[in-house]
């Protein structure tokens, strides 16, 4: 199978196209742990503005100015800066984030009579409560197609908090391969990408080949991350994904999604634990993880998340 394509404009849990969405959304997390959604959570306005105005004036900023927020900037091999603001639905958060980067304002400028400074808040704050919805009607679908009642998942829900992160890659530091993020998996819970117009993402789909997802208007890639895998008991993996731009174009991309809370450990649902399915991973301190997932001993693993709290090791401690 490929990796799904799902519409879920119009779907609305437990209408007639709910049950066939729910199936097909899981299978392709199973297999791949991605999906692909088309849906007009965002606008293509919104996105049109979001990508050609305010990221572009974002990491135009100098960088010692944007090291004043939760800013991340090259590691070897990744040509790559990212800057991220926690629970940005909450308006005063993105304030807070906009004027530590604008503290001295700007207030000869303006835009369709509004300053451009409040134009990003509004903008940041109406993209993320939107991606907000969507993320958790995606949990709500892969985890009822996994068997788990509704009340654990909305238990689940209740325990995560979101960020959302906004990405610049620059021009491949290896011309021959364009790659500008090695493969990776994410550590948080899921990871909404939304692209615009040059192309970047590429997801494994095993047997050492890549499928690249074009950065079709509408369409966000739906990925579980690590933590994902232990809230399911492994049975959906975390999306294993790169970053390669042949045309050496800039690309901006905006990365939403949710992570457990701080001191709450990661553990796998009950209802996804039975005689059919033992349990897989112990509980998962995520700041514990963090700190030795990164670390120079972390990085010698394959399949870090395995050899730090699976119950079952012996495949998990090849290096890389």
């Not at 199936?23 to 919104?46: F, N, R, W």
């Not at 610049?168 to 993020?181: A, F, K, L, V, W």
């Not at 301190?285 to 030795?292: G, P, T």
Request: net charge negative; glycine share 8%; charged share 25%.
């Amino acid at each position: 199978m490929e990796i799904a394509r799902v519409d879920l404009r119009g779907v609305v849990a437990g209408d007639l196209g709910w049950e066939a969405t729910r199936a097909t959304v899981t299978a392709s997390m199973v297999a791949y742990g991605c999906v692909i959604i088309t849906h007009d959570a965002l606008g293509l306005d919104l996105c049109q503005a979001m990508f050609t105005r305010v990221l572009p004036d974002l990491f135009a900023l100098p960088v010692e100015d944007k090291q004043r927020v939760d800013y991340q900037g090259q590691r070897p091999g990744w040509e790559w800066e990212s800057l991220g603001i926690r629970e940005p639905m909450n308006a005063d958060n993105v304030r807070e984030f906009t004027n530590i980067l604008w503290s001295e304002g700007n207030p000869e400028i303006w835009q369709d009579h509004l300053p451009i400074s409040f134009c990003r808040l509004e903008m940041i704050v109406s993209i993320s409560k939107n991606m907000l919805t969507l993320e958790e009607m995606m949990e709500m679908l892969v985890l009822e197609g996994l068997g788990v009642r509704e009340k654990s998942a909305r238990g689940h829900l209740d325990l995560l908090r979101h960020s959302i992160r906004m990405s610049r890659y620059g021009e491949p530091q290896d011309r021959e391969t364009s790659i500008n993020m090695q493969p990776h998996c994410d550590d948080t819970m899921a990871t909404m990408i939304v692209q615009h117009e040059v192309e970047g993402l590429e997801v494994h789909v095993g047997d050492g080949r890549w499928v690249a997802v074009p950065p079709e208007p509408g369409t966000i890639t739906f990925m579980a991350g690590e933590q994902f895998t232990v809230v399911t008991n492994g049975r959906v993996p975390a999306c294993l994904h790169r970053v390669r731009t042949p045309s050496s174009r800039e690309r901006f991309s905006v990365l939403f999604g949710p992570r457990q809370k701080g001191g709450v450990a990661v553990c796998p649902l009950d209802d996804l634990v039975d005689a059919e399915h033992p349990l897989l991973y112990n509980p998962l301190n995520h700041e514990k993880y963090f700190k030795w997932r990164y670390s120079e001993e972390g990085l010698k693993f394959k399949d870090p998340l395995k050899v730090y709290c699976g119950v079952y090791k012996d495949e998990a401690t090849a290096m890389v």
